[in-house]
């Protein structure tokens, strides 16, 4: 798994990995896998067991589309208006992406207090990234989390090998320290 | 390291060119509105296929267009014509789109028949005398001249 490029999302604080024989970068890549009805509309399928394990409730395919496009829809506008702006609050002169550190023991979600900004409480929908200093975080990739844990399923297993290669390659261009670095999460659980 | 030594060392490596997402998302942001109308269409299309058990190819051999169309049309980023809608309706079965009014148009069933030229200077002959043939043909399809009347004639 080789990275190609890094590229700036919002300047000065979010950057994305692409990999190698990807079309763009992982974090346009989310966004047009959760924009995409089919891609949608085939992964629920696929995870229908766990779309209707309860975990949020029961929810039919159709219900779950939607309601993806919707929380994409709210957090895409929400960091555009970051990219574009440079900060989230008018009132505040400071970017505040509301990212939560991944418990590195069972890649756990660390609940944390986070800043309310319009989307639902349990949004499914994840951004994983690595912070490489202080409100500085390069994403390396993401995607719709049915299950309580990450290590649970095939497609949040392969989310981790992306953790760990951007990591591998942050060290390797001199930009991580092995003791100074977290796995985050954009989220916005309470 | 502080942060200002890592931003500096990202002048490095970061691209020169933007992320994609900033042109994709300018785009979602501008076309919201009809796109979230395509993404419905898009998504009863697939839900209807599956219920079916179809698939994109063969719904792309009833409306003898290319398996790569329907795949653009089923990812919900497709501006669909009225025409492609009403295709896909009757390819499917289905209504993919509700449109105020169309129900009535419906029942009328306005029908388009060659009316011999004695017949219809019989029925409507005030209108004749100011009007061309192909005009008071084309008044006859909007019900100046019901059908039903002018089968009693025949």
Known sequence: MKIVDIFAIVKGSLLS???????????????????????????????????QSGFY?????????????????????????VAKTGCSDPDENRLDLTFHKLSEKDYSILLLKSKAYGLHNHSWLRIYAIRIAENLYVVCGGGIKLTETMNERKHLLKELEK????????KKIDLLNEDDYDFTEISDHE | MNK???LNKLQNVVSTEPSKWHEDADFRFQNKEWLKRSQCVALNILRTLRAKDLSQKDLAERLGVSPQLVNKWVKGKENFTF??????????????MSVTGFEGIQKTELKMVEIPYSVLTQNIQPEIKEHSLEMNVISFTCSEVHYDDYKKTI
Request: charged share 35%; glycine share 2%; proline share 0%.
């Open chain 1, 57 to 81: 409730g029961k929810i039919s395919v159709e219900e779950a589309v939607s309601r993806t496009i919707e929380e994409a829809e709210a957090l895409e506008e929400y960091i555009r208006n």
């Open chain 2, 4 to 6: 200002d030594e890592i």
């Open chain 2, 83 to 96: 025409e492609t809608v009403a295709k896909l309706e009757e390819a499917l079965n289905i209504e993919l």
């Open chain 1, 163 to 170: 953790l760990e290669a951007t990591k591998q390659y942050l």
């Open chain 1, 17 to 51: 990995v692409q990999f190698d024989g990807m079309s763009s970068d992982e974090f346009a890549l989310l966004f047009d896998n959760w924009n995409d009805v089919e891609y949608l509309e085939q992964f629920f399928e696929d995870n229908k067991a766990d779309l």
